[in-house]
């Protein structure tokens, strides 16, 4: 579905990508595990074109979208929803207004489908009665949930997700881990989840793909990455102090 070719990209004199390549199987949930600060989140904005690389390319189907101009690249756009890492909603727009706000611009539903489906959308995530409430009166867990109802809502073929649950009490964190396997069993769409959650990622991941230094280390199922014998790796995932990767203060 996405396919990354040789992703190069530099900010400064900052490598962050460096000939990086990865495939995105359709319907298919992937996950993309690492370090914090090594491009996690740089690389989800390649894949729906919010970066341009120095060099490589970004093939969505069968466009590179990175030869595309505005309008071919907001055809591509509609093709995905976004959860961003801080939830990315309008503060001057209520909850109500932000998770229905997608569907008034990209569809002819009527004001009372939308208003159905907004209520359920929020519902789903756990926060019924919260829609007139504005974003700067939520918990950050909070925010997230309503991030994750908009991006959920237009049924998109491709959801990215950056850190759902990061900060989420545990019970939520499992709920929405549940939610995104239930949509995903029912709609079938490609999912990318950039998490932290490990090992609770691994429950609902069909791939894990490891970035560090750039580069997919390496990519298996969940299973063959938890077995890693790659030291990178399994640091990682045992979260141990001792290994290649040094915390620097
Ligand atoms: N727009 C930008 N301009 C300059 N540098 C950037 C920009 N966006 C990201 N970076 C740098 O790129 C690196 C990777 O950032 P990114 O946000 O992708 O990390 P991450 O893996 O998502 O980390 P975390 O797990 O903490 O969210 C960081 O060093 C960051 O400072
Ligand atoms: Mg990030």
């Known amino acids: 579905m996405i396919n990354l070719v040789n992703l190069v990209k530099t900010f400064g004199t900052q490598k962050v990508l460096n000939g990086l390549n990865l495939e995105v199987p359709v319907g298919k949930i992937t996950a993309i595990i690492g370090p914090s600060g090594e491009g996690k989140s740089v690389l989800l904005k390649h894949m729906i074109g919010l970066m341009r690389p120095d060099s490589g390319q970004v093939f969505v189907e069968d466009d590179d979208i990175t030869t595309l101009g505005r309008t071919d690249l907001n055809r ?23 998770v229905a ?22 519902e789903n995530v756990g926060l019924r009665g919260t829609g ?51 949509t995903h069993t029912k709609y079938g769409f490609t999912a990318v989840i950039v998490s932290h959650e490990i090992p609770e990622i691994f429950d609902i991941a069909d791939q894990v793909a490891m970035l560090y230094r750039g580069e997919i280390l390496e990519m298996g199922s969940a299973v063959d990455i938890q077995h890693s014998t790659h030291p990178v790796v399994s640091q990682f995932i045992s979260g141990s102090l001792d290994g290649p990767i040094q915390f620097v203060k």
């Open 76 to 98: 591509v756009r509609e093709k995905f929803g976004m959860l961003f890492q801080n939830a990315a909603l309008f503060d001057s727009m209520s909850v109500y207004e932000n």
């Open 101 to 122: 706000f997608p569907l008034q611009e990209k569809t002819k539903l009527s004001r009372e489908e939308i208003h159905v489906k907004v209520l359920e959308a929020l």
């Open 132 to 182: 007139s409430k504005f974003p700067d009166e939520l918990s950050g867990g909070m925010k997230k949930r309503v991030g994750l109802a908009r991006a959920l809502l237009l049924n998109p073929r491709i959801i990215l997700f950056d850190e759902p649950t990061t900060g989420l009490d545990p019970i939520i964190c499992r709920a929405i881990h549940q939610l995104i396997k239930d």
